[in-house]
């Protein structure tokens, strides 16, 4: 099989960022950039971001999880701590978190350190979804293992939605979140030409530096 998408091709044009009239801290930059892709209309979840992590063999993976908290000390999202992409964290917790998106030609790309958030925020967030997905957390208890076929987990799901009708269903152990507290985030501006903006902040000394970047 082969194809040739080479004429696949867009320009850029919506917006430009200037490294003089950027905010100081990151985070109101991306604060400024999420509530921008809130509003981008139709069926869209801008808190979608892809999560990459290395294995103990050394390899990347990026997937996609959803963001749910972002605050001063970072960003959060939940998954199964047995899952592949925990045991990568575990082994190491240099993470990097992105963003893209396409209707505003923006990217934003985030190193940082992933560490488990408390157990009272994995509660709190926990006990706020409903139960359908309180139940799915159950069902896929080892996430990223081989399993046989999808009836075991349709079997699982219906026979879990029975015991738990009348109860009510706490946080397994191994599901929770992770706070990843940034070290370097890129904001990512599409231009014209392929003139592209890309301003990255670092952490140096505790204090955010300022660069622009070729594109
Ligand atoms: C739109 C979207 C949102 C997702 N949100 C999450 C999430 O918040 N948490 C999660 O564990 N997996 C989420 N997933 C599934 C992951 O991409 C992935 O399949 C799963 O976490 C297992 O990854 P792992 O085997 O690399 O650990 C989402 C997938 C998509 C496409």
Do not use: C
Not at 62 to 82: A, H, P, Q
Not at 87 to 107: A, G, M, T, Y
Not at 122 to 134: A, C
Request: no cysteine; glycine share 6%.
């Amino acid at each position: 099989m082969q194809r040739d998408i080479s004429n696949f091709r867009k320009s850029y044009s919506k917006n430009i960022i200037n490294e003089d009239s950027v905010p100081e801290s990151p985070m109101n930059l991306f604060d400024n950039w999420f509530n921008d892709a809130t509003s981008i209309k139709g069926d869209f979840e801008p808190n979608a971001m892809t999560l990459s992590t290395i294995d103990n063999k050394g390899f990347p993976k990026g997937r996609v999880v959803l963001l749910k908290f972002y605050s001063d000390e970072g960003f959060i999202f939940f998954t199964n701590y047995n899952s592949e992409k925990s045991v990568s964290i575990s082994d190491n917790n240099k993470v990097s978190i992105s963003f893209f998106w396409e209707q505003l030609e923006r990217q934003v790309i985030i190193k940082g350190y992933a560490d488990k958030t408390s157990n009272k925020i994995s509660d709190e967030y926990f006990n706020s979804r409903p139960k359908g997905s309180k139940i799915g957390a159950l069902v896929s208890s080892n996430q990223s293992s081989v399993i046989d076929s999808r009836v075991i987990l349709e079997q699982r799901f219906k026979k879990l939605t029975k015991e738990f009708s009348n109860k009510e269903i706490k946080r397994p152990v191994n599901w929770g979140g992770f706070l990843v507290k940034p070290i370097e985030y890129e904001f990512w501006q599409g231009g014209d030409n392929r003139l592209h903006d890309r301003i990255r902040y670092s952490l140096i000394d505790k204090k955010w530096k300022i660069d622009r970047l070729s594109p």
